[in-house]
């Protein structure tokens, strides 16, 4: 079975994106559990009672309040350099048009338009982690996150 590709519509423009390969998609999911807890802990509320699904994060159904609270405590997990990291690794497999989805794409087509780019990667990362991204799994990465070391635990 090969890796799954996926198309879609996005702020009128078409994405085409292949799934992650196995290794590196584990490795991108525990980077980015570690750096978003915080932000994802925001956006359920802060007690992970309301349920949030990557849904929301692209049709930006949520209010304004928590999400710039979320992305403040994204920002404060992460340096420029490891934002732009996690950017162009998260995107890496995705194409614009026909463009490959590299930092000159991002560059030059989401200056002052990140709301579309926030979208793309979410799109991204539900077509990669479906229902792990839902939010009742949400709160398990979170809780897991917060117990995380560089090295793994047995147990």
């Known amino acids: 079975m090969g890796l799954k590709e996926e198309t879609r519509v996005i702020d009128g423009q078409e994405y085409t994106t292949t799934q992650f390969p196995a290794l590196f998609g584990l490795r991108l999911k525990v980077a980015l559990a570690k ?8 956006l359920l509320g802060g ?3 309301s349920v949030l699904n990557l849904g929301d994060l ?11 609270a979320a992305l403040a405590g994204f920002f404060a997990q992460v340096s420029e350099d490891e934002a732009e ?3 162009l690794r998260i995107l890496q497999w ?5 463009v490959l989805m590299d930092r000159d794409c991002i560059n030059t087509n989401y200056g002052g ?14 077509v990669n982690y479906g229902s792990l991204m839902s939010g009742a799994n949400v709160g398990s990465i979170i809780s897991l996150a917060g117990k ?7 147990g």
């Open 35 to 42: 750096k978003l807890a915080p932000a994802l802990s925001e």
């Open 85 to 87: 990291d996690l950017m």
């Open 113 to 126: 338009d990140y709301g579309s780019l926030f979208r793309v990667v979410a799109w991204v990362l539900k």
């Open 58 to 68: 692209m049709n930006l159904d949520i209010g304004v309040d928590r999400m710039g």
């Open 47 to 49: 007690s992970g009672a």
């Open 148 to 154: 995380s070391t560089d090295a793994p635990k047995e």
């Open 94 to 98: 995705t194409r614009r048009g026909d």
